[in-house]
């Protein structure tokens, strides 16, 4: 029988504490084969008025829904943190031209996390929690630099130095649970009932890196840099902690040559030819190592310590690196009124790091490995015009487009490489795929085929064998953008200033992982209202059941990672906007003790145009950089539209 449940039952449980019942009248219920049964009375509390746990005294409510205002009464958590910053720095100019400087910076984190549920949790006992974090950063960095001015035309700059960085961190946790009273809560961990194991950790780091730089510039028409830089790290196996990186650039002013001198609309121009290389150290600091993570197991009535291999197989590894040619134009016209940056670059990743799954059978979940190689090719544009400007009046408005092409040109192992597993409980598998010849991370699913006779989801099975496996996977979107956009313009008027910024994304894909909990009717959540009124069932016409966007309502569904949880993340998005006053501070008394102020109001993330029906397309759950897990909205929380009062006065 077709039915819906949204559980409405669960939405009359009033909880509030100066309150002692809760009744639903006529409005509770759930709708169940085209009828209305009304829900029993609930109460929150127990006759001497300690909360009931309304999931065991009724059992038809699902396990899977919380009392949110009995979780933000009685789950508290609290962090303090210290975080003191050092830096010093001594330049010593023993001749013209010639400056040394030293500069010496210490970072100090730390900081105490308390956590605590008293006994008027419904679904858990009394527990505490305390951890605490030590962060510690030194920065040294000593540098030479050298200029000098030959014959009046040519100026020469030379810089060399050596740099340190180093990361130590510490942890300690411990936890309890049972408590005889909810007054200490995280201050008495003694007075647990039961222990958990107590924790600690260790981390540490460190980059060393040796550069040298020489710039060259003759008139300021023709200009040469180069440079080169040694980096060790030692987050990267034995023989393979150093990378070198180079790089060099060439400039030409084409607005000062004589043949330009008579162009009265030309301000500044100016083409631009450089190629460098970068390396990446994004990995952890023991990926290179063989890990032994440590806990207990009970044995022949005791506990005993065991140790055991991490869940990450240990690689040796190399340098990420990439090597980028740039061409680029400045110009600048009118009075510069008009000025535009054009950039075409072509990229190439070497070594490209990235995690790979292993099978169950090697005893690890992953490992991290260099896995192949990796193209990027893109333009880039700059526009920034002073459309009005003025004693009075300035309005300045700034376009710029950006278009990236990604390629994954080479595995090392030759075969196909995947995502990390996306997983709920009701539904699992990997989303995201790097193959030779598509971009980074694209999405390979299967593909959606309506429904069947019994309104449940079919897919289209490749090879016809009547199974769905994973060789009926299709490659059915990219989280990669065509382009994105933005434009920035601020108004000023006398003391008052407008500004906004709006930015854009078009043509990338987004796996909307959080649409999948709509496809889950065995736990009594609350769905989307398109659930019920488009959904399958026997008494539609073939027509309806066609167009239905959601299948039969039945808790036992095929559901599988597929192309309709795709969506197109495009959008465009007020992301800032701002009105501000500049106190008239110059005309009052020379003497006045008040140099600057400004009033203003400020909004972000007001407005977002966009046809993705999750809470924020401007999202990437697990992806990042070089990341395979591009484009997963694995039910993120979106950004804050957030409004600001303020004001700034300097003295």
Known sequence: TDYFDVSLIASYTRTDRHNQSSSGGNRGGSLIGGTISSPPTLTPYNEDGSYRNLMLAYPFMSNALYNPVNMINEITNKTKADLSEINAALTWKPIKGLSLKSSLGMESLNYRTDGYTTSKFLYSSSSASVSTNQQTTIINENIVNYDVIIANNHRLN?????TYQEYTGTSLGASGNGFLSDVPESHQLGGAANFGTPSTGYTNWVLISYLGRVNYSYKGKYLATTSIRADGSSRYSKGDKWGYFPSAALAWRISDEKFLKDVSF???MKLRLGWGAT?????????TMNMLSQGKAPAGGDVYTYYAASTTFPANLKWETTSQWNYGLDLSLFDQRLRITADYYSKKTTNLLNSVSLPPSTGYGNTIQNIGEMSNRGVELLVDVDLIRNRDFLWTASVNIAMNKNRVEKLYEGADLYGSNVNLQYISGIVNLIREGEPLGVFYVFKDDGYDENGQLKYIDINGDGNMTTEDRFILGDPHPDFTYGLNSTIQYKNL???FFWQGSQGNDI??????ANYDYGMGLNLRKEVLYSHWSSSNTAEQNAAAKYPRLTANQNLIHSDRFIEDGSYLRL?????AYNLPVQEWKPDFWLRAGQLYVRAQNIFTITKYSGMDPEVSSWGGGN????GLDYLTYPNNKTISFGAKISF
């Open 158 to 162: 030379l810089m060399g130095g050596f």
């Open 279 to 287: 390396g990446s150290t994004a990995i952890s600091p023991y990926t």
């Open 511 to 516: 796996y909307n992982v959080g649409e999948t």
């Open 627 to 630: 990341s395979v897990n591009l």
């Open 575 to 579: 992301k800032n906007i701002s009105l």
């Open 266 to 268: 030309l301000s500044d």
């Open 497 to 499: 200033e407008f500004s």
